[in-house]
């Protein structure tokens, strides 16, 4: 074995395995393309799923990669252990239905043992029991020491149903001075002596939903080396930040803080969470993730100010991760290209977020100390969740960092708390950016509007101005709301009713979501943007995408507004006008002036009026001239606008003339259905009708139709014959309703007489307990009342059983509760007997029950009752 750098190794695993027909592939993107599960790639097959799972055909049957990775699950641990990382690159072989054990394995322990010399007899095998394959390979093609190959139960590869097979470790024994001392120690202690360094996967299973193994016709090979363990073999170091992968940023860091690497062990932690993270940080980056407070940004966010924070804990109080990223550019020099072409990007990413935290990270550890000495004078271990939500909202803290710094005082965060307040404020947020309400603004008079601009074409603006809370500032960061405004938009703004564009725009380090656009009185247009990740400025260039589907969207219901409007006049009279009106992506609201319902007949005429002209497929014409030209043109002015001398004036060939200021479309067949949804009044006079157009009113339409469908499915006859079959249906149902009610007539009254007869005297009381024949309660009850009513001074205990369960009624007359008798009273006890509860009123009480076998109990115990009650 002889010393090989991190650099070296990575080239010698990928030759290797090149020389065995491989096609070499660069590290995909930590960002996982086109796989919703991931939110980053964190394992070297993540990138070739859709190879092994069948839905993409691979560009060569065998590939070999260094793919770089991020896990945080164990993040707590980083710089706690010698092996775990945040970042790390897994050098992987794969096969897609092409070699199978036999040369993985055989290939692993040649590369092991020829390529890097690492002694057999060190080396040891895991397998799983039931592979006898594997086992058999092991044994009698290499000169692996049979007494090193163990079985393990564990070797078994497989997330829930899908590709799975058993897998094949290699370890290697790094001597009993890294051991635990325990005589038991062995393949797969805990402790750092024996080093998994190797994982071959053997797919050859797709596991059913059932639980069934079935062989896979092709069987696949996915092998993962972790490039930072073997690097720390092949340098004969004792943990992974040893290595040259790594202990460079160590290094930078400890001359930061003027910390000597080895001389405090809990300083050693500190330096080795800056030597991942800052590694990691800078990956990520690179990769295009940006600091923000959700998904794969908050994973960014959450390592860097990790870092910071042990930065500090080593004394460093001032910004020092920019520099940690040269440490970075050195240590992969020559391996990852874009790192050199985006290390002034990144370097003003993690300097932009290291100011950003700096401010709040001094005032957030005060409070948060000062909380933990509250909770130490008041002998509690549990931080209430309000509070450790307070700091996350208010002062930008992480929880995980409030969590561990707890940890570290022995205390815990209460994390359901936690994540209810967050919860709220989520649904907060989320109402608040739908309600869209207009940001307070500022005072714009030093603005030079003259010079901005309106281009519905342009790809690119810079930002001239941002305003937050009516204030003007430099800059908004992820998670803010904020007024922006261009110096040149494509943006169409607010008015006549039709909602403003929405769009993404994206800034050299953050990005925008705009929500709505508006323009202020004097016509300056203003952007409503919430900051979805990183940080805009003023001054920044961004490049600018318009959301054109929810545009179109809103030009076809606008364009229906006027043909909706038009065919009104000509369906309900000239004295239609409007008086208001919404429009958005979804659908558009027009009120009118009318001062009764449209009726049914008239709607559907509407309808078909506007329908008729969206077929026609007319040019929309779009045209500037003088306001008195337009009105003696005969142009309808939309409710709310006002009109400079020169207007805009949209028509629809002769069936529509309205001034408009709203975006339309270039024909009215791109509307395509128009569907009227309903018609109300709103206020006296004023009437109000919803419609839906385009891919809107199709799937209202598709929708119907499949409901009819349904329908008559259940109905067994066509669509067109549904609506008779239905009448037929219903009035056979009437005439059984009649039937039925006149049978449970006849029913009581024959259950009366007999109940009658039933009848003992308790004294004054007559008292009728039986079981009665009901389907229901209701015809409990009201059996229970036609025999009381038969009673001068009566009391009626009945029950009925349906299903297993008890129903049970108790009706008292006048005269008998005014012997004493309650029937609330009665049922309580009796319903308790059949497993029930109830209660009631003197004169009236119901109860159920579920134990039917313990009725005649019920009934021994009510009659006891009413004998303890007459008086």
Known sequence: ??????????????????????????????????????????????????????????????????????????????????????????????????????????????????????????????????????????????????????????????????????????????????????????????????????????????????????????????????????????????????????????????????????????????????????????????????????????????????????????????????????????????????????????????????????????????????????????????????????????????????????????????????????????????????????????????????????????????????WKDGQMVDSVNDGEEAGMVFDVTPFYAEGGGQVGDAGILEGQFGKVSVSNTKKLPNGTVYHIGYVEEGIIKVGDTIKIELDEIKKLASARNHTATHLLQAALKSVVGEHVNQAGSSVNAEHLRFDFSSFEPVSKEQLQEVEAIVNTEILKGTAVDICQMSQSEAKEKGAMALFGEKYGDVVRVVSVADFSMELCGGSHVENVGQIGLFKIMSESGVASGVRRIEAVTGRVSMEYANKQIQTLQVISDKLKTRPDEAAARVDAILSNIKDLEQELTAFNETRAKEATQKLLLSAENYGEVQVVIAKATASDMDELRNIADMVCDQLTCGTVVLAAVNDGKVSLVVKVSKAAVAKGVHAGKIIKDAAKLVGGGGGGRPDMAQAGGKIPEKLADAFIAAAAIIKEQIH
Not at 17 to 39: C, M, W, Y
Not at 176 to 194: L, P, Q, T
Not at 256 to 285: F, N, Q
Not at 380 to 388: D, N, Q, R, W, Y
Request: with cysteine; aromatic share 10%.
């Open 1 to 466: 074995m002889k010393f090989m750098s991190g650099n070296e190794l990575r080239e010698k695993y990928l030759q290797f395995f090149v020389s065995k027909g491989h096609l070499r592939l660069q590290s995909a993107s930590l960002i996982p393309e086109n796989d919703p599960t991931l939110l980053m790639v964190g394992a070297g097959m993540a990138p070739f799923k859709p190879f092994f799972t069948g839905k993409m055909k691979p560009p060569c049957t065998r590939i070999t990669t260094s793919q770089r990775c991020v896990r945080t699950g164990d993040i707590e641990n980083v710089g706690r252990t010698a092996r775990h990382q945040t970042y790390f690159e897994m050098l992987g072989n794969f096969s897609f239905g092409d070699y199978f054990k036999h040369d993985a394995i055989n290939w692993a322990w040649e590369f092991l043992t020829k390529e890097l010399e690492l002694p057999e007899d060190k080396l040891w095998v895991t397998v799983y029991p039931k592979d006898e394959e594997a086992y058999k390979i092991w044994a009698e093609e290499t000169n692996v020491d049979p007494s090193h190959i163990v079985k393990l139960e564990d070797n078994f590869w497989e997330i829930g149903p899908g590709p799975c097979g058993p897998d094949s470790e290699i370890y290697i024994d790094l001597g009993e001075e890294r051991g635990c001392g325990s005589s038991d120690c062995a393949v797969g202690c805990d402790c750092d002596r024996y080093l998994e360094i190797w994982n071959l996967v053997f797919t050859q299973y797709d596991k059913s939903e059932a639980g069934e193994y079935v062989p896979l016709a092709k069987k696949n090979i996915d092998t993962g080396a972790g490039l930072e363990r073997l690097a720390s073999v092949m340098q004969n170091k004792k943990t992974n930040f040893e290595t040259d992968l790594l202990f460079p940023i160590i290094e930078y860091a400890s001359a930061v803080s003027g910390v000597t690497y080895g001389s405090d062990e809990d300083k050693d932690v500190s330096l080795k969470v800056i030597a991942d993270h800052a590694r990691s940080m800078t990956i990520m980056i690179m990769d295009g993730i940006l600091p923000s407070n959700e998904g794969r940004g908050y994973v960014l966010r959450r390592i860097l100010r990790r870092a910071i924070r042990h930065g500090r804990m080593l004394g460093i109080e001032t910004k020092f991760l920019t520099g940690a990223v040269d440490a970075v550019l050195k240590i992969y020099n020559g391996v990852f290209a874009e790192l050199v072409e985006k290390q002034d990007y990144i370097k003003k990413v993690i300097s932009l977020e290291e100011d950003r935290f700096h401010t709040t990270l001094v005032q957030g550890m005060e409070l948060l100390s000062g909380h933990i000495e509250q909770l130490q004078a008041d002998k509690k271990t549990v931080l209430s969740g309000e509070i450790g939500f307070k700091l996350y909202d208010t002062f930008g803290f992480p929880w995980e960092l409030t969590d561990e710094i707890l940890h570290e005082n022995d205390m815990t965060l209460d994390k359901d708390a936690f994540d209810k307040a967050m919860q709220q404020q989520r649904q907060r947020a989320r109402a608040a950016r739908h309600e869209n309400t207009r940001v307070a603004i500022p005072d714009l008079r030093g603005l030079d509007t003259e010079k901005l601009l309106i281009d519905p074409t342009v790809k690119e603006a810079k930002i001239v101005c941002i």
